[in-house]
């Protein structure tokens, strides 16, 4: 055959013919050894900070929680709603939270008094309005300075964030927390070249903190490190280091990080549902079943069909061309890596969990949703 028997694999799913497809299947022991191996990447628990963005699932933040992490990271009300539902001790919502968003972050901090929730802010205009909602409310905010180490993307730059630290510290309604520098630009294979350029990235912030120790009296915490970094921060004593692909991989990070322990734990499948010749069939993963981001070629890799090659795809068609179609037939299953898994999560309302080669549950990914309750 030209497929590897899939029963030979370490994906194979005893009771395939009872999924339907396409489908986001996820590997319950290889998220638990992903999870622990960041906490032992990072040594304290207490200074990893996963982000939940890639896997939006309660059932994944509840096997966090029983391995005894406590803060979370998050970039949606919906995320942060689905960990304070969970009861999680603390909450970052690594965004700047402004307009209706704003009003649905402090109705968040109001209705769940447990979860200790805190918001990104890079600019004193936000600041204000942060503060004078917050006065209005009733509520004490949190804030995390966004800094910009480097990515381009929101922050202000750490030799203009002094001015912002000192005016929070005026304000009755909020609280300078910490700072927060995402460094997903880092993302060399070489791991001196990336270690290199994550010193360099977290030297200004480390200034930026001592300053406000010595000038604020405030010792704020310290959140970098994406997958890609997180392993480099690690070995710094005041930085919290939250990862976030890592539950999963990617076929991305997997062969862009290869210093990286990670396995996958999360694959999707999809089904031949026509030969249309020789050397053509078609599958039923279409653009909405895997991250289409990505130019054609770059968005699956079939575990178990490798050499195929990406011709076409629609919403519901994937069209492959294979050297002899003959040794494909309908109904066979392949088995795909996404190359990014974090978009692709989000295509699905929910994910078949494999125990032991079986499909035994499902868990909804609860936070794809923009909103649950708030």
């Known amino acids: 055959m030209y497929m590897k028997n899939p029963r030979e694999e370490w994906y194979s799913i005893s009771n395939i013919s009872q999924t339907d497809s396409p489908a986001l299947v996820v590997y319950k022991e290889r998220i638990l050894e992903n999870i622990r191996l960041v906490k032992e990447m990072v040594g304290d628990v207490q200074r990893l900070r996963p982000h939940v963005k890639t896997h939006k699932m309660p059932e994944i933040c509840t096997l966090m929680l029983e391995a005894g992490i406590t803060k979370f990271k998050c970039a949606t009300i919906a995320e942060a ?5 969970l009861q999680a001790p603390e909450v970052l919502l690594a965004y700047q939270p402004n307009g209706p968003k704003l009003m649905r972050f402090i109705n968040l901090v109001k209705a769940y008094p447990s979860t200790r929730f805190s918001c990104l802010t890079d600019n004193i205009q936000q600041a204000v309005q942060m503060a004078t909602e917050a006065r209005k409310n009733g509520v ?14 929101t922050g202000i730059r750490t030799d203009q964030a002094f001015e912002l630290a000192s005016f929070i510290q005026t304000q009755e309604n909020l609280e300078l927390t910490g700072l927060h520098g995402y460094d997903g630009h880092i993302r060399d294979s070489d791991p001196a070249v990336r270690q290199q350029k994550a010193d360099a990235a977290y030297q200004p912030v480390e200034q930026l903190a001592e300053k406000i120790l010595q000038e604020l009296g405030i010792s704020p915490v310290i959140v970098m490190g994406g997958t890609p970094t997180f392993p480099l921060h690690a070995g710094r004593k005041d930085v919290e280091c939250s990862p976030g692909t890592f539950v999963f991989n990617d076929w991305g990070y997997k062969h862009s990080l290869p210093d990286e322990p990670f396995e996958y734990a999360a694959l999707v499948i999809t089904r031949v549902i026509s030969i249309v010749d020789g050397h ?3 599958t039923d993963l279409g653009h909405k079943s895997i991250a289409p981001e990505n130019p054609l070629e770059n968005r699956v890799c079939f575990l178990n069909a490798p050499d195929v090659i990406f011709k076409g795809q629609s919403e519901e068609h994937l069209v492959l061309t294979v050297e002899d179609a003959g040794k494909f037939t309908i109904g066979d299953v392949l088995y795909g890596v996404p190359i990014h898994i974090c978009p692709t999560v989000a295509l699905y309302d929910k994910a078949m969990v494999v125990e032991d080669g079986l499909v035994t549950q499902h868990w909804s990914i609860a936070a794809r949703n923009r909103a649950i309750n708030i």
Do not use: K, Y
């Not at 709603?81 to 539902?85: P, Q, V």
């Not at 804030?143 to 910009?148: A, E, G, K, R, Y």
């Open 81 to 85: 709603e689905m960990l304070s539902a």
């Open 140 to 153: 004490l905010l949190q804030l995390f300075i966004d800094l910009n180490v480097g990515m381009n993307r």
């Open 280 to 282: 053509t069939i078609c």
